[in-house]
Every structure is written in C-alpha cells, then in structure tokens.
C-alpha cells in the first residue's frame, strides 16, 4: 500500500492542460471547442453541472485563442478579437451579450460563453437577444464517467497533500455520487478525520465515512 503523506497547506486549483481529467463524459465538448474558429456563427456555448470542468476548459481555449475574459454584466465592446464570458445563468447584462455574439461573427473574432443551464432557460426581455440565444451551438458536459471521476479525486487528494492507501480511489469511484463537488467533499471530510483521529486514509475510514453519512452520524460524536 502506498504510504500516506499529508501536509497541512492545501494546493491551488491547476488550469494547466496537463491536469484536466480527460474521458468519455467530457469527450464531445472537447471536441466541439477544438472545431475553433469554424464554429457556426463564431460561437459556441459550453454546458455542464458545477465541478465539471467547463472553467478548466474555457480557460484552456483562450489560451490558444488569445480571447479575453469578459464579465458577464458587461464589459470592453472596443476589443474586436475572441472572447470569454462564464456563468451566463448567473445574470448578464443583455444589451452587452447581443452586441458580443454579432461581433463574434467577424474575421478574428469568436466567443465562448459557459452555463450550468441551456441558453434557453436564461431569463432574457431583449427579443433580438432571445432569437440569437435559441440558434447558438451548445456543447454539453456530462456529469464524470469513471475515467473522470477517478481523475478528479486523485486531483483532489493531491490537492490536500493527501497520499491514499492504493485501494481507495477504486472503492470511491464505484460508491459515491457522481460529481465534483460530492468529491470534495468527501475528500475534506476524510481529511478532517483522518487529521483529528490520528488514522490513514484507507478503504477501511473511506468506507466508515461512506456508511456513517448515510446513516446521519457524526464521527466526531
């Protein structure tokens, strides 16, 4: 078994190329992104459920595109070239975002736009703006396959600076809820217990943890 190693400052989240968790579940969005500049129109939006990877992969785009991130309340109108606006469910400013998908379309031009929901579902008033939202490409995000969620919290326990017994990614990926942010979750809880009882990160409080939740107790009770 691998020997546990912990530390007890927590690492940044990477948006390197190298560290996103690449799979199935993710596959046709990767592809769609990489289709740039062809897309239809010059844009393209990038669905998922939080924790999926769509910052990761957005921000992998404008770096090969060269595009700028644009808050979605507003922003520069003056700069001609790629775009990036995220967390379009959250609100934007709608005069804002007709005018960045009518420049998308010129040459050295393109924006991606990023949401948990389908652009059909975002609350618009501007007629013009509800037309050009319905007609945009949409690449979605599935939530993690296997090869996925494996990735993600091995990227998690690095994360903590936690080194897992060998058994317990395996166990985790075929018993807990199929998100990110479950992930996390759990990995902080397993940090919190192991750090306060003195005990590794094996199979054995993996699996105390797992039952103890489900059944609404508190291991530090």
């Not at 592809?31 to 459920?49: E, F, T, Y």
């Not at 379009?88 to 005018?99: S, T």
Request: hydrophobic fraction near 45%.
């Amino acid at each position: 078994m691998a020997r546990q190693l912990r530390l007890k400052l927590r690492r940044p989240p990477s948006y390197d190329r190298d560290d996103f968790a690449a799979g199935p579940s993710n596959a046709a969005a990767r592809g769609a992104l990489a289709a740039w500049p062809a897309w239809h129109g010059g844009v393209l939006v990038l669905v998922g459920p939080e924790g999926v990877g769509k910052t990761h992969l957005a921000r992998l785009w404008a770096e090969t595109a060269g595009a700028r991130e644009l808050p979605p309340q507003g922003g520069d109108l003056a700069h001609p070239g790629p775009a990036l606006i995220e967390d379009l469910d959250q609100g934007f400013d709608e005069e804002f975002l007709f005018h960045r998908i009518n420049m998308a379309a010129r040459p050295g031009g393109g924006l991606l736009l990023s949401a948990r929901t389908l652009p059909s579902a975002w609350p618009v008033t501007l007629g013009d703006l509800r037309s050009r939202l319905n007609a945009l490409p949409v690449a979605e995000i599935e939530p993690p396959d296997d090869e996925v969620l494996e990735a993600v919290l091995r990227r998690l326990f690095a994360r903590c600076n936690i080194t897992p017994y060998d058994d317990v990614i395996p166990y985790l990926v075929k018993r807990i809820e199929r998100s990110a942010p479950a992930a996390w979750a759990l990995v902080q809880r397993l940090d919190a217990v192991s750090g306060e009882t003195h005990r590794p990160v094996s199979r054995v409080l993996a699996r105390q943890i797992l039952e103890d939740e489900t059944e609404n107790l508190d291991l530090f009770e």
